[in-house]
C-alpha cells in the first residue's frame, strides 16, 4: 500500500529491488528477517533512496519504457495522420470526379448545342440558296423604276396591273409561287435574273421549247435532219431520237396526204350527189314543155353517173381501210 501512489514504473522496479533471490534483508533491532517475511518502512525507504540515487537499473527500464512508449506514440500518430490523409485524399478524389463529371455533362450540352446550331444554319444556308434565284427577280419585280413595267417595259402600269403578265398567266405560261409573291414558270422554276424583261424571257423560254417539240410539215427533209442534230431528243418516244421516229414522221404525212385526199373524194361525191339530184328534177320539169329525149340517151347518162358515184364510193371506202391499217403498222 505504501508503494501503490509511486510511479507505475519506480514501483516495479523497487519491487524487483527488494525481492532479489539470494540478498540478505537488512537486520534491524537484533531480528533475523526471512525472504518470505513483509517489508517494513524503513527497508522500503532505503531501497527507494537507493534506486533514487542514481542507480542505472532504473534509469534504464524508465528510459525503455519512455522510448516504447515514443515509440507506439508516434506509430499511432503516423497511423492517424495516414488515415487522415487517406481520407482527405479520397474526399479530394470524390470532389474532383463530382467536377469531371459536371466538366463532362457540361461539354456534352455544349456540343448538343452546336450540334443543333450547325443544323439550323445549314437549314438556314439551304433555304436562302433555294430563294437566292429569287433575289433579283424579286427585286426587280417588286421595285418599280420610276412607271415603267418590269414585265413588258410599258409606262403607263405597273407589274401587277400589266396586260401581258395577265395573259401569260391565262394561258398557263406563268404563275405566281406558292407565297402568291413571285412570278415564276410553270413548273415552279424561277425566272432567271438579268436586264431583259420578264416578257421577253418568258417568250424566249417558250417558243425554244415549241420549236424543239414541233416542226412544221412543210420543212425540207435537210433542214429536219440539221434541227435533229441539234436537238437530238424523240418527240414520240422517251430517248434519243433514232430511225423510227423517222419512220413515225414519214408514216404521219403519208397519213396526212391520205386525209387531205380522202376529204377531196368526199366533197367530190357530194357534188355528183347534187349533180344527179338536179338532172332527175330537170327532167320532171321539162317533161312536160318539152319532147323527151330519146329514152336509151336518158338511161345511159343516168345510169353513167350512178356508176361514178358507186365508184368513187368504193374509192372512199378503201382509202378509209388503207388509212387505218397504215396508222396501226405506225403506231
Same mark, same amino acid.
Given at each position: 500500500?505504501?508503494?501503490?501512489? &509511486? =510511479?507505475?514504473?519506480?514501483?516495479?522496479? %523497487?519491487?524487483n #529491488?527488494?525481492?532479489?533471490?539470494g $540478498?540478505?534483508?537488512?537486520?534491524?533491532?537484533?531480528k533475523?528477517?526471512?525472504?518470505?517475511d513483509p517489508?517494513?518502512?524503513q527497508?522500503?525507504?532505503?531501497?527507494a533512496?537507493t534506486?533514487?540515487?542514481g542507480?542505472?537499473?532504473?534509469?534504464?527500464?524508465?528510459s525503455?519504457r519512455?522510448?516504447?512508449q &515514443? =515509440?507506439v506514440?508516434?506509430?499511432?500518430? %503516423?497511423k492517424? #495522420?495516414?488515415v487522415?490523409?487517406? $481520407?482527405?485524399v479520397e474526399d479530394?478524389?470524390?470532389?474532383l470526379?463530382?467536377?469531371?463529371a459536371n466538366?463532362?455533362?457540361?461539354i456534352?450540352?455544349?456540343h448538343?448545342?452546336i450540334k443543333?446550331l450547325i443544323?439550323?444554319f445549314?437549314q438556314?444556308?439551304?433555304k436562302?440558296?433555294n430563294q437566292s434565284s429569287?433575289?433579283?427577280?424579286?427585286q426587280?419585280?417588286?421595285q418599280?423604276?420610276g412607271n415603267?413595267?418590269?414585265?413588258c417595259?410599258?409606262?403607263?402600269?405597273?407589274l401587277?396591273?400589266c396586260?401581258d403578265k395577265?395573259?401569260?398567266?391565262a394561258?398557263?405560261?406563268?404563275?405566281w409561287?406558292r407565297?402568291?409573291?413571285?412570278l415564276c414558270?410553270?413548273d415552279?422554276?424561277s425566272?432567271?435574273?438579268?436586264?431583259r424583261?420578264?416578257?421577253a424571257k418568258?417568250?424566249?423560254?417558250h417558243?425554244s421549247r415549241?420549236a424543239n417539240?414541233?416542226?412544221?410539215?412543210?420543212?425540207d427533209i435537210l433542214?429536219?435532219d440539221e434541227i435533229?442534230?441539234?436537238?437530238?431528243?424523240?418527240?414520240?418516244?422517251?430517248?434519243?431520237?433514232d430511225?423510227r421516229?423517222?419512220v413515225?414522221?414519214?408514216?404521219?404525212?403519208?397519213?396526212?396526204?391520205k386525209?387531205?385526199?380522202l376529204?377531196e373524194?368526199?366533197?367530190?361525191l357530194?357534188?355528183?350527189?347534187?349533180l344527179?339530184?338536179m338532172c332527175q328534177?330537170?327532167?320532171?320539169v321539162?317533161?312536160?314543155?318539152l319532147?323527151?329525149p330519146?329514152?336509151?340517151?336518158?338511161a345511159?347518162l343516168?345510169n353513167?353517173l350512178?356508176d361514178?358515184i358507186a365508184?368513187?364510193?368504193?374509192q372512199?371506202?378503201n382509202?378509209?381501210?388503207?388509212?387505218?391499217?397504215?396508222?396501226?403498222?405506225?403506231?
Amino acid at each position: 500500500m505504501f508503494t501503490s501512489a &509511486l =510511479d507505475p514504473d519506480f514501483q516495479r522496479a %523497487l519491487n524487483n #529491488k527488494l525481492s532479489l533471490q539470494g $540478498r540478505t534483508r537488512t537486520v534491524t533491532e537484533q531480528k533475523e528477517l526471512h525472504d518470505e517475511d513483509p517489508y517494513d518502512y524503513q527497508e522500503v525507504i532505503k531501497e527507494a533512496v537507493t534506486l533514487v540515487s542514481g542507480k542505472t537499473l532504473l534509469r534504464s527500464q524508465i528510459s525503455e519504457r519512455v522510448i516504447l512508449q &515514443l =515509440d507506439v506514440a508516434m506509430l499511432l500518430f %503516423l497511423k492517424h #495522420k495516414e488515415v487522415s490523409l487517406n $481520407r482527405k485524399v479520397e474526399d479530394k478524389l470524390k470532389a474532383l470526379n463530382g467536377e469531371v463529371a459536371n466538366i463532362k455533362d457540361s461539354i456534352q450540352i455544349q456540343h448538343d448545342n452546336i450540334k443543333s446550331l450547325i443544323k439550323e444554319f445549314t437549314q438556314q444556308v439551304s433555304k436562302t440558296s433555294n430563294q437566292s434565284s429569287y433575289s433579283r427577280t424579286a427585286q426587280s419585280q417588286s421595285q418599280p423604276n420610276g412607271n415603267q413595267c418590269k414585265y413588258c417595259g410599258g409606262n403607263d402600269h405597273y407589274l401587277r396591273a400589266c396586260p401581258d403578265k395577265e395573259k401569260d398567266l391565262a394561258n398557263g405560261w406563268i404563275k405566281w409561287d406558292r407565297d402568291n409573291q413571285y412570278l415564276c414558270f410553270p413548273d415552279g422554276v424561277s425566272i432567271p435574273s438579268g436586264p431583259r424583261l420578264i416578257k421577253a424571257k418568258v417568250d424566249t423560254f417558250h417558243w425554244s421549247r415549241i420549236a424543239n417539240l414541233h416542226i412544221e410539215a412543210e420543212e425540207d427533209i435537210l433542214l429536219l435532219d440539221e434541227i435533229r442534230k441539234k436537238t437530238p431528243y424523240s418527240n414520240f418516244m422517251c430517248g434519243v431520237w433514232d430511225n423510227r421516229d423517222k419512220v413515225i414522221e414519214t408514216q404521219m404525212g403519208m397519213m396526212s396526204d391520205k386525209e387531205k385526199e380522202l376529204e377531196e373524194t368526199k366533197n367530190l361525191l357530194e357534188v355528183y350527189k347534187q349533180l344527179v339530184n338536179m338532172c332527175q328534177t330537170n327532167s320532171k320539169v321539162t317533161t312536160s314543155q318539152l319532147a323527151p329525149p330519146a329514152p336509151e340517151k336518158a338511161a345511159d347518162l343516168l345510169n353513167n353517173l350512178k356508176d361514178q358515184i358507186a365508184l368513187l364510193q368504193a374509192q372512199l371506202n378503201n382509202m378509209a381501210i388503207n388509212n387505218n391499217s397504215t396508222s396501226q403498222q405506225g403506231f
